[in-house]
Each structure stands twice: as C-alpha cells, then as structure tokens.
C-alpha cells in the first residue's frame, strides 16, 4: 500500500479528492491529512495573492474572513469531509488539524508511518512561492520523501477546470 502524507488548508473539494486518489492509478493509498487552516498571521499574505489573481473582491473580504474556519465550517468539520471523501474512494484515511509547526509534525509523521510522498495541496500563495517560504518549499528540505506541490481547486470550480473568473480562468492546477 501506498502511504500519501497529505497537507490542506481547506476542505477538499470533489476535484481534488478525484485528482489525489488517482494519482497512483490502480494501486490502493493510505491518506494521512495534517489540516491547517489559514490564520491571522497570513491575513496580509491572502490578500496580496488574491490580489495577483485578480479578485480583488476575496481581497478585499480578507478582514471578514473568521480565523479558524474555512467557508464557515469549524476546521474539525473540514476535516472530517476530506477523510469521508478519501475514504468514498476507496482509499483508507486518518487525519489531524494541525496547530502550530506544520513543517515539525510533517516530519515526524513521516518518520513515523513511513510515508512515501508528501502531497502538499493549498490555493496558489504567490509571495510565499516566490519566496520559497511556502510548505512545499520547506518541507522538501525537511523530509526525505518526495514532495509534491498541487494547487487546490476553489470549491465553486467546475470539474473541468472552467471558471468565469475576474481573470478569465481558473486557478492553475498541478506544478
């Protein structure tokens, strides 16, 4: 079995559940999810890459996001609809919110399960990306398994990746 250290900010959406679970074709996965919702500290950070993607109305609403949450839901609830979604593909999945050090609990869970692949899936974070501050970026330096970066979909996406947005398109997929 294959063993997928999987890192989201936000529940995932059908898109991506269908996207993650095969990524390793016919071959059964075991999803391990480390959960950190985007916080205060990153309020700046959000705006600029809503900015850089041409929705300056999500900028916009940054201050009326609350912390903590992701639509609305209390981070436990996201959660527990990612692994429900894992697991109606077949795949077996267990999963934590994380709260401080993700990179830390990253490694150690790692270590600990001998993961094959880190999949880190999050919205598109321009400054931090340039930067390499971004978890992939740092976790490849911390983990001794392969790290792969996916761009999440929004949850209002078609499955065919057409979006009628501000800039005409949607958000970019796989890097």
């Known amino acids: 079995m294959f063993t997928s250290v999987l890192m989201i900010e936000?529940?995932?959406t059908p898109v991506d559940v269908d996207f993650v679970a095969s990524l390793h074709g016919d071959d059964s996965v075991s999803f391990i999810v480390l959960m950190q919702p985007r916080g205060d500290?990153?309020?700046?950070?959000?705006?600029?890459?809503?900015?850089a993607l041409g929705e300056l109305d999500r900028a916009v609403?940054?201050?009326?996001?609350?912390?903590?949450?992701?639509?609305?839901?209390?981070?436990?609830r996201a959660l527990a609809h990612s692994l429900e979604a894992?697991?109606?593909?077949?795949?077996?999945?267990?999963?934590?919110?994380?709260?401080r050090h993700p990179l830390d609990?990253?490694?150690s869970v790692v270590?600990?399960?001998?993961?094959d692949e880190v999949i880190v899936l999050t919205a598109p974070h321009f400054v931090e990306e340039f930067f390499h501050?971004?978890?992939?970026?740092?976790?490849?330096?911390?983990?001794?398994v392969p790290v792969l970066k996916l761009f999440a979909h929004a949850a209002d996406e078609p499955?065919?990746?057409?979006?009628?947005?501000?800039?005409g398109g949607s958000r970019p997929g796989p890097v």
């Open 10 to 12: 936000q529940p995932l």
């Open 111 to 115: 270590e600990e399960t001998g993961a």
């Open 41 to 51: 500290q990153d309020r700046l950070l959000r705006a600029i890459d809503d900015v």
């Open 61 to 76: 609403q940054e201050a009326e996001t609350p912390e903590g949450r992701t639509d609305g839901l209390p981070a436990e």
């Open 159 to 167: 499955a065919d990746g057409s979006a009628d947005g501000p800039a």
């Open 105 to 107: 609990l990253l490694r």
């Open 86 to 99: 894992l697991r109606a593909t077949g795949s077996e999945a267990v999963g934590q919110i994380v709260q």
């Open 133 to 144: 501050r971004d978890w992939a970026s740092r976790a490849r330096h911390k983990v001794g």
